[in-house]
């Protein structure tokens, strides 16, 4: 009788049905992933593009108060005084401006030789002395 169900007609039915059903669902589970995937994706991208945007545009508007910032110093009267002063005292010859302008520098001592080495970046490159030296 087993035998007999298995060569049946609908026994063949059933098991062509059962394969087609399972194939079916694999491609339709197969379809679905790679979809979602690909709208994953596409949205990682676009609040990715967005996020860059936001930066750029931050980045922008930071460099613009800079330069404004710096436009406004170079526009004031006093740094117009100040650097006419530094270039009368250096043509004078009375003061050596770089004393004004680097006080560190002038400040004398191994120790303030070896910060200011550091700072540079010269240590170890056999230099024992600031650069600039009064």
Do not use: H, N
């Amino acid at each position: 009788m087993i035998a007999q169900f298995q060569k049946s007609l609908a026994w063949r039915m059933a098991l062509y049905f059962g394969i087609l059903v399972t194939v079916s669902l694999v491609l339709s589970a197969v379809l679905s992933f790679m979809y979602e995937r690909r709208v994953l994706q596409e949205s990682v991208f676009d609040r990715l593009s967005g996020l860059r945007e936001t930066q750029k545009e931050r980045i922008q508007e930071y460099l613009k108060e800079r330069m404004d910032f710096v436009r406004l110093i170079a526009r004031s009267r006093e740094v117009a005084e100040l650097i006419a002063f530094a270039a009368e005292l250096q043509t004078s010859g009375g003061i050596d401006v770089r004393r004004f302008v680097f006080p560190s520098l002038w400040t004398f001592g191994p120790k303030s030789a070896r910060a200011f080495e550091f700072r540079r970046g010269l240590r170890g490159c056999g230099r024992s002395r600031p650069v600039f030296r009064g």
